[in-house]
């Protein structure tokens, strides 16, 4: 995104043309240089420092996390990418907060290298904006053509999207290296001794020279074919607009998948139901204690054997019913082991011409938590992965374009004010520190949305410790 930083320029006053103006437009003017340097001096020289340090930080610990290998996929190498972009962002602006101080506007030197700081800051900030716009598109294709998605999206392709990207827009930014230089100015003198200056009682006030930047040859060319229009179109509105589309659509999406999984969990709950209903007769419910498992087999066991003892049944001599089967056989727990009881031992009647009774038998498996995997679990935790990685990006894109909507509103309404208007100064001060503010919440967003990020900040903590 384009940098808003004004060239520090004042009120220009001489002593040939002080007496020309008015008490009552110098009072305005001074106004509005006061509120100028409130807005930088709070912006600018206070707030903007701190965010920038944050944003250093913060940016390092998201390269850390989104190297690792529990992190590895192509939506993490955007992130990476993205990461580096703002680190080297926030790097950029240390030295641009310096710019308000009237000691270094004297100087030539750190006013030549502002020129080059501040075609950087655009470079970064740009390749940010379409890198975010990049991953939000693959992430649309993702959710919409998953199949297809996978093949074309691999990480070693996700690499060299990120590289094609970075190097088009670096490209175009190259002309900003050559738009701008230092001119030598004059302007009243803003020293504490001068606090407020009465043009009619000294007519030749104090007046003191700095630097300001003007525009290049090559920089006029550039106005005169509108390269500054479609420079703001390029890296301004259009990221906004491809932004806010997708990003509604990545919206729409997460709500439409919700939905569906809350109705197949109500018709998956509704099919046990009737499945329930339909069984007839009810089963019987197994036992739950073990006191009662052991209770049961002794009271089976000991009915058949007197059963067969006193009736001398055939079945004692004959072979016994293939048990071998899961349907027909139950396993309970004892302090002996497992014993294998038959359901056909006496679920039939051989000795009276009575219709056999149903009985309804129950095969109980020790529980073995070692081995056992639950697929089920599996895929809800790749499911929500999934879908948090989606959350996340979406809060990324909605921060994102909340915090560079003034910068566009500061292009769209610049033709109606004076460049150096102390209004749209103050306006870009409060931008810019928004701009910094973009590139330092990341690592905030991500450690709040996305439970993959904070697993993988958590082990990479632990392996510090120890």
Not at 21 to 41: F, G
Not at 56 to 69: Q, S, Y
Not at 129 to 154: D, G, H, Q, V, Y
């Amino acid at each position: 995104m384009a940098s808003n930083a004004m060239p520090s320029v004042t009120v220009t006053v001489t002593a040939a043309t002080s007496t020309l103006i008015q008490k009552s437009n110098v009072s305005y003017v001074y106004e509005n240089d006061v509120s100028l340097q409130l807005a930088r001096v709070i912006c600018t020289q206070i707030l903007m420092p701190i965010v920038c340090i944050v944003g250093v930080a913060g940016n390092v610990l998201n390269i850390v996390v989104l190297t690792t290998a529990t992190m590895r996929s192509s939506t993490s190498c955007y992130l990476c990418a993205v990461a580096v972009s703002d680190l080297l962002y926030s790097l950029n602006g240390l030295p641009l907060t310096l710019r308000t101080y009237p000691v270094l506007e004297k100087s030539a030197a750190y006013m030549n290298a502002l020129t080059y700081l501040l075609a950087l800051g655009n470079m970064w900030s740009n390749i940010t904006a379409w890198l975010t716009c990049a991953f939000t598109i693959e992430r649309f294709m993702a959710i919409s053509t998953p199949i297809r998605s996978r093949k074309n999206f691999s990480i070693r392709r996700t690499q060299w999207n990120i590289v094609f990207v970075s190097v088009l827009v670096a490209l175009i930014t190259l002309p900003d290296f050559f738009e701008r230089k230092i001119k030598l100015a004059q302007r009243a003198c803003m020293d504490s001794d001068h606090p407020a200056i009465d043009y009619a009682e000294n007519p030749e006030p104090c007046i003191e020279t700095f630097y300001v930047l003007e525009s290049t040859w090559i920089g006029i060319q550039l106005d005169g074919f509108g390269w500054s229009y479609a420079n703001v179109s390029l890296f301004v509105f259009f990221p906004l607009i491809i932004l806010a589309i997708f990003n509604a659509l990545l919206i729409k999406s997460v709500i439409k998948a919700h939905h569906e999984r809350n109705k197949m969990l109500a018709a998956s709950v509704r099919f046990k139901c009737e499945k329930g209903r339909r069984s007839v007769p009810q089963p019987i419910h197994p036992p739950t204690t073990r006191r009662e498992l052991a209770w049961r087999k002794w009271w089976i066991t000991r009915q058949y054997y007197q059963q067969n003892s006193i009736r001398g049944s055939p079945l004692s001599t004959q072979a016994p019913v293939d048990t071998t089967s899961e349907e027909n056989t139950f396993n309970t727990q004892t302090s002996a082991g497992t014993v294998a009881t038959t359901s056909g031992d006496f679920t039939t009647n051989t000795f009276q011409n009575k219709p056999p009774e149903t009985t309804y038998c129950f095969r109980f498996r020790k529980r073995d938590v070692t081995h056992k995997l639950d697929f089920s679990i599996i895929y809800r935790s790749s499911h929500q992965d999934k879908q948090s990685i989606t959350i996340t990006l979406i809060a990324v894109v909605v921060v994102f374009c909340i915090l560079n909507s003034p910068s566009a509103v500061i292009h769209l309404i610049r033709p109606w004010f004076k460049n150096s208007d102390p209004r749209l100064k103050a306006f870009g001060n409060v931008s810019n520190l928004l701009l910094m503010l973009n590139a330092s919440l990341n690592f905030f967003l991500y450690s709040l949305f996305s439970a993959r990020f904070r697993r993988s900040f958590r082990i990479l903590l632990k392996k510090q410790r120890c």
